[in-house]
């Protein structure tokens, strides 16, 4: 038995880089390049262009009816989402643009929502767009209102707003769950132009059918940078867009590559003879 300061123990060094998730990093530095190249290079600023939404280009439309029969305008971002949640965010980027046209057209503003600091968030978001239109009196705290947490109060409060104020134009953007059908029917049944959009793809369906615009998945996501030209937020668009190509891209050259492979390989003549 060899003493005991005679053994020795062996350790090993942490490995700096785990190879198995090498692309997940080759994908991370190209998707940041790709972000940086849209945000900061001007001559790819100037080219893009986003293409034309029909929900968005409704919006205008909208606010001029309500504001033509002398009746509100209903905004909700559904029961669903916090101020954290992405649908919340894109929501309030968009409310600040129809409350900026509101103000202008000194149509009324109603913003119900189930989230105290939604509310919060969203009387900010007005207060700044009808001081940046230049007519903060027409502001009213009173129409942006917490109603409950309960999802299906909620709902019955909203649909209550609905039915007594009869709005002329009704904005369904954010997240929502069950109470969508339930509010898009009562907006249906006042004869309210409504323009929705949600994340969920359960959700999609009952505004597809209920609504007469609807945007579809991230078009909710690009609609801020949509209606204000905001060169940060289209950046940001474009440089999905061209990472949704190379990922394309790579598929279909994973297909014909592992294609080719089957063919060499020899499992092609069996492929080839059936």
């Not at 198995?20 to 530095?29: G, Y």
């Not at 001559?43 to 033509?68: D, P, Q, Y």
């Not at 009173?142 to 039915?163: K, L, P």
Request: hydrophobic share 45%.
């Amino acid at each position: 038995m060899q003493p005991l300061h005679l053994i020795a123990t062996v350790t090993s060094d942490p490995e700096w880089i785990d190879i198995n998730r090498l692309p997940t990093l080759i994908a991370a530095v190209v998707a940041v390049a790709i972000v940086l190249y849209t945000t900061y290079h001007r001559a790819s600023r100037r080219k893009f262009k986003m293409r034309r939404i029909a929900g968005l280009n409704a919006v205008e439309e909208a606010i001029g009816r309500a504001t033509e029969m002398a009746r509100p305008l209903l905004y909700t971002p559904g029961w669903g989402g916090d101020i954290q949640r992405p649908t919340t965010i894109a929501s309030m980027n968009i409310l600040a643009q129809v409350a900026e046209k509101t103000a202008q057209y000194d149509c009324r503003l109603v913003f119900p929502t189930h989230d105290p600091v939604i509310m919060s968030v969203a009387q900010e978001v007005v207060r700044e767009a009808y001081a940046r239109t230049g007519f903060p009196d027409r502001y009213r705290a009173d129409d942006i209102t917490y109603v409950t947490s309960s999802q299906f109060g909620y709902a019955a409060a909203v649909d209550g707003m609905i039915t007594r104020l009869k709005p002329a134009s009704i904005f369904l953007l954010g997240t929502f769950e069950a109470e969508s059908l339930i509010l898009a029917e009562t907006g249906h049944s006042v004869g309210a132009i409504q323009i929705a959009g949600t994340d969920s793809t359960i959700q999609l369906s009952f505004f597809i059918v209920a609504c007469d615009y609807t945007l579809i998945g991230e078009e909710l996501f690009a609609a801020s940078g949509y209606l204000s030209q905001d060169p940060s937020i289209l950046a940001s668009v474009r440089a999905q867009d061209i990472m949704k190509l190379l990922i394309i891209v790579m598929l279909v050259v994973a297909a014909v590559w592992s294609t080719i492979g089957f063919l060499t390989n020899g499992g092609g003549e069996g492929w080839w003879t059936f």
